[in-house]
């Protein structure tokens, strides 16, 4: 499946939380919209899953477009990114000057790219986050690409769509997703943060826009 393709999938399954919210609020007569009452307000865990289940397709996305390039780049190009140059010595078997001869046939051999592609993955990309803006545009340095950001920018037309915006809303979504993923969504009182199922929404659609421009990048390790 194509990176796009599976990202369209996830993203999916995060507006299914806004449906499942919508549709438990019609079933207790709550009416479309409003604030709910203390015995209901657990439904708005539904718009924080949605914001978390988005934040997870970008993450998902950009680690699928790496798996898909690293293995390209080691193969094809004539020079590598510095940033892979950085993962490659991370996962090179080359600690002293006696280890040459190994790496050498190591990576001249007919798997060597894979396998030092999947040394990169299982070892590096495996432990990485790729949902704030700057984890975003480090991980596109790796395939070539200097500024994914300014690369979506380049193609959104319309109000806030600079590269400013973007960027600060990604890095708005993402904090909210680790304050709903790692704190419970407390606030420094230890209550409940305010959530709307509208702030849900805007992020499974901001995420959706960001992951349909990133994907018209052109990458080429031949270039």
Known sequence: MEPIEQFRVNIDAARKYLDMYRELRQLRNL?????????????LWLP??????????????????????IPQFLKQADSIPEKLGDMVVRVSPIKNASHVGGAIQYV???????RLADAIRENVL??????APDKVVEAYRVIGVTDVIQEVADRWRGPNTDRGHIASR???????????????DLDNNHEPREITPEL????????ENVVSRMDQISINPNQ
Not at 170 to 184: C, D, P, S, T
Request: charged content about 20%; hydrophobic content about 30%.
């Open 170 to 184: 990604l890095e708005r979504y993402a904090k909210r997703r680790n304050q709903i993923a790692h704190e419970g």
């Open 200 to 207: 849900g929404a805007t992020c499974v659609d901001f995420i």
């Open 108 to 114: 001249r051999s007919p798997t060597g790219p894979e």
């Open 48 to 69: 924080r899953a949605s914001i978390v289940s988005s934040m997870s397709s970008l993450d998902a996305y950009v680690h699928q477009v790496l798996y898909r390039y």
């Open 126 to 131: 495996n432990f990485q986050a790729y949902q």
């Open 31 to 43: 009416g479309v919209r409003g604030p709910l009452n203390a015995g209901n307000k657990y439904l």
